[in-house]
């Protein structure tokens, strides 16, 4: 049984603050936790109905956590999910630098601002997709941890690496280092499937309401959109879309 304190503190965790003043962040779901069980990343502790503690108990076992059974009940007190599905876990949050000279080779992602929790863990799905493995955020982007997005990269949050970090010096930083194209994309910009670009790469996408900020379209050294259909009346794609349709042309082109 769920002690009145233990149920405070987990739910507690639902807040920015104190996720980061912890540490911890939380899994939720079936496929979500077993995805973290099969990752590097420490797991502080598990709450879950018996029957799952049973069929996962090698791998509980296996990770150090701590193990506690729950009733549907209890679990429905601690969950932040509006169904609760079987299992809760608390897992801390890892500790990664930034390695600008791990990047010459690789197709890299940077956003600027993505402000929907579902948005950047779509796009963090995309990326191990098209097999991304870094994404660089800007300070004001959603935060990494938020249990929406957590929810919404099904898993691909434990094998793809964010980075939190001011962009426009993080891109100068990088075309210093390399010659590689760094690409805005922006609507107006050149047409992505006449455009000459191919990874490795840097893609800067933009945010929901504003797209990319000024400062970052001017240090770009290309511009590209997605051609609408002739007569479309359509405004714009959702950026995780539009990260789709990119990330695929630019990886079909090997």
């Known amino acids: ?151 919404a990269t099904m898993g691909s949050l434990f094998r793809v690496h964010v980075f939190y970090t001011e962009l426009k010096p993080f891109v100068e930083e990088y075309k210093a280092a390399y010659n590689n194209p760094v690409c805005a994309a922006v609507l107006g910009g050149d047409d992505l499937y006449a455009s000459p670009i191919k990874a490795p790469c840097l893609l800067l996408m933009g945010s929901e309401s504003h797209g990319l900020s000024a400062e970052l379209i001017n240090v770009s050294t290309y511009k590209i959109t997605i051609p609408a259909a002739v007569g479309s009346k359509a405004e714009s794609l959702n950026v995780g879309v539009s990260t789709a349709v990119i990330v695929s042309e630019l990886r079909r082109r090997g």
């Not at 502790?45 to 296996?62: K, R």
């Not at 599905?85 to 990664?96: E, G, I, K, R, S």
């Open 1 to 151: 049984m769920l002690s009145t304190n233990r149920i405070k503190f987990l739910r507690s965790l639902s807040a920015k603050k104190t996720r980061a003043d912890e540490g911890l962040f939380t899994v939720e779901g079936v496929k979500p936790v077993a995805e973290l069980l099969g990752s590097p990343i420490k797991i502080h502790s598990v709450y879950a109905l018996n029957g799952w503690i049973m069929e996962y108990n090698t791998q509980l076992a296996a990770s150090g956590a701590e193990v506690v059974t729950v009733t549907e009940k209890e679990l429905e007190r601690i969950s932040q999910l509006s169904t609760p599905n079987q299992v809760f876990a608390l897992a801390h949050q890892p500790q990664t630098i930034l390695n600008i000279n791990a990047l010459g080779d690789k197709l890299v992602l940077a956003l600027d601002d993505v402000s929907d929790p579902g948005n950047m863990g779509t796009i963090i799905r995309i990326a191990e997709w098209f097999g991304i493995d870094t994404i660089v955020c800007s300070p004001n982007s959603v935060e990494l941890y938020n249990p929406k997005t957590v929810q």
